[in-house]
């Protein structure tokens, strides 16, 4: 059975200064789920988890008018655990669910035409991952003042680039080779 990797992700975003469930969903959302999916709904129950099993602790404060806000803090147990998983070599490669790769698998029977432009659009949202990949890193590379945290995110940001390039590589000399296929 795979290893839930949702508890280090969560104890992660407390070293990094993100306490709450809300600030950790931002970031998810504005930073990890490009390379790591963590539901809204596994949030907090690994966060109460995570109490439960003295990994962190929780400040609860009272909020007039809005539900208490519960900030969420690592404790050198929790510390402990998340250096020992960094310490873990990585153990297998993930498998990629890929529309397109799915759809040229089985593309034997279809026209030309609506290959290449599955393709035209698949480069389209390539391109457009590529700038946003571009963007938050000149965004990082702007900061004033950059956490400690910001050399690590930004080699992310250059792995997502890379591939997201190498994919746009792959797309055009795809598109060659259909082109140049003999109709039948």
Known sequence: MKENHTPYALLGLMTA???????????????????WKI??????????????????????????????KKEY??????????????????EDLPVEKNELLLKLFFSRNQEKSVILHQLDSYEEILQEKRHTYQSIKEMLLREACPSQDTPFWIITLDYGLATTEAAVVWCEKTKVRIKEMKEE
């Not at 200064?17 to 390379?35: A, P, R, V």
């Not at 539901?39 to 539900?67: C, F, H, M, N, W």
């Not at 803090?73 to 990585?90: C, H």
């Open 73 to 90: 803090v690592i404790t050198p147990s929790g510390e402990e655990q998340l250096r020992s998983w960094l310490l873990k070599p990585v």
């Open 17 to 35: 200064g993100f306490h709450t469930g809300y600030e950790m969903k931002q970031m998810i959302d504005g930073s990890l789920n490009h390379f």
């Open 39 to 68: 539901s809204y709904g596994q949030i907090y129950p690994a966060l109460k988890k995570l109490v439960e099993e003295g990994s962190a602790d929780v400040k609860v404060t009272s909020q007039e008018g809005r539900p208490d």
